[in-house]
């Protein structure tokens, strides 16, 4: 399976980006898909899921600002990123539970959930 994230780039503080995974394979419906993000010197970290229903889950900090959403048709996954801010500049991969699998709240923020990891794409927000 391949996950292949785009639409990352440079963007001013208040601008707007969507990212986009497309997932390869069959089932996509089947999948819990989730988005994470990594600065420069830190480490990976949750930022927001989407369940096999559809049920969504944000980390705090981008909770009003960013959507995540899914297109079964299209076996995409996407973040949609409003008012961005410079602290949200990072790698941001999209990643892949295993086959029907449910997420909670807890555990779509958990990487060890997610088994299948897109190649990352970079979104730089300037000040």
């Known amino acids: 399976v391949q996950l292949q994230a785009s639409g990352g780039g440079l963007v001013q503080a208040g601008g707007s980006l969507r990212l986009s995974c497309a997932v390869s394979?069959?089932?996509?419906?089947?999948?819990?898909l989730g988005w994470f993000r990594q600065a420069p010197g830190r480490e990976r970290v949750f930022v927001a899921a989407?369940?096999?229903?559809?049920?969504?889950y944000y980390e705090d900090s981008v909770k009003g600002r960013f959507t995540v959403s899914r297109d079964n048709a299209k076996s995409t996954v996407y973040l949609q990123m409003n008012n961005l801010k410079p602290e949200d500049t990072a790698v941001y991969y999209c990643?892949?539970?295993?086959?029907?699998?449910?997420?909670?709240?807890?555990?779509?923020?958990?990487?060890?959930?997610?088994?299948?990891w897109g190649q990352g794409t970079l979104v730089t927000v300037s000040s």
């Open positions: 989407v369940s096999i229903l559809g049920r969504t």
């Open positions: 990643a892949r539970t295993r086959f029907n699998i449910g997420v909670s709240a807890i555990t779509a923020r958990d990487a060890g959930t997610y088994y299948d």
């Open positions: 394979g069959s089932l996509f419906s089947k999948y819990a």
